[in-house]
């Protein structure tokens, strides 16, 4: 079947040490985003490719980066976590400007 | 800023009752509407998008929407204990690949 992968499903890191979180697709979708969900909390659009194109919303901090090297991986690069990074990790796809596909997410606790 | 608002709940609804959940937005450009529902721990799941004015049925669930007003609204008849969740509203304003999304509204069926 046609997903959104994400890897791992919960992370645990210590409180400045780097963590990366993976997400693929087999959609073939043009669109992927990464989005951060706090408790009780609307999802907060982190990044979003379209195709190679990186958009990066102007309140992300710097702490938080990306990649796409290809149409099916995305990854998110915490290079500092801190304790207010700890959230679900949502990562997204779509094809067209309206749907959006969501993968399991990826739970972090920073330690 | 462009806002989606909703009422965070809870929302208590006797089992096999309708539900009633209501969203409203901020900018007048908005072109398209979308209802996610997501469970504890989980990440979003899409029920249903709407774009032009009016009701859009499926199955158990419509959508209703009247851009005059600014308000969508999702009803869900003959509810059920695993309608229990929160239900998010996202709104897409300029057909760009962004969501601009509510902070949900829990939702408990009760038996």
């Known amino acids: 079947d046609a997903m959104v992968i994400q890897n791992p499903r919960y992370q645990v890191t210590q409180f400045g040490k780097p963590v990366t979180l993976s997400c693929s697709q087999t959609?073939?979708?043009?669109?992927m985003y990464w989005y951060q969900q706090k408790s009780s909390q609307a999802p907060k659009l982190l990044f979003h490719?379209?195709?190679?194109?990186?958009?990066n919303e102007a309140d992300t901090p710097d702490n938080f980066q990306s990649r796409r090297p290809n149409t099916s991986f995305c990854f998110l690069d915490i290079r500092s976590p801190g304790l207010g990074d700890a959230a679900m990790y949502l990562c997204?796809?779509?094809?067209?400007?309206?749907?959006?596909?969501f993968g399991p997410g990826t739970r972090l606790t920073v330690l | 800023q462009k806002e989606v608002e909703q009422n965070s709940g809870p929302l208590s609804v006797p089992e096999g009752a309708i539900a009633s959940l209501n969203c409203t937005y901020s900018?007048?450009?908005?072109?398209?509407f979308f209802w996610y529902r997501q469970y504890s721990g989980k990440s979003p799941e899409l029920i249903m998008f709407?774009?032009s004015n009016g009701d859009k049925e499926d199955g158990r669930f419509t959508a209703q929407l009247n851009k005059a007003s600014q308000y969508v609204s999702l009803l869900i008849r003959d509810s059920q204990p695993s309608d229990s969740a929160t239900y998010l509203c996202?709104?897409?304003?300029?057909?760009?690949?962004?969501?601009?999304w509510g902070a949900g509204t829990k939702l408990i069926i009760k038996p």
């Open positions: 997204a796809t779509s094809r067209d400007p309206n749907e959006q596909f």
């Open positions: 959609l073939n979708h043009n669109v």
């Open positions: 490719y379209y195709d190679k194109d990186f958009n």
């Open positions: 900018d007048r450009g908005s072109q398209s």
């Open positions: 709407i774009y």
């Open positions: 996202a709104v897409n304003i300029a057909s760009n690949y962004q969501l601009i």
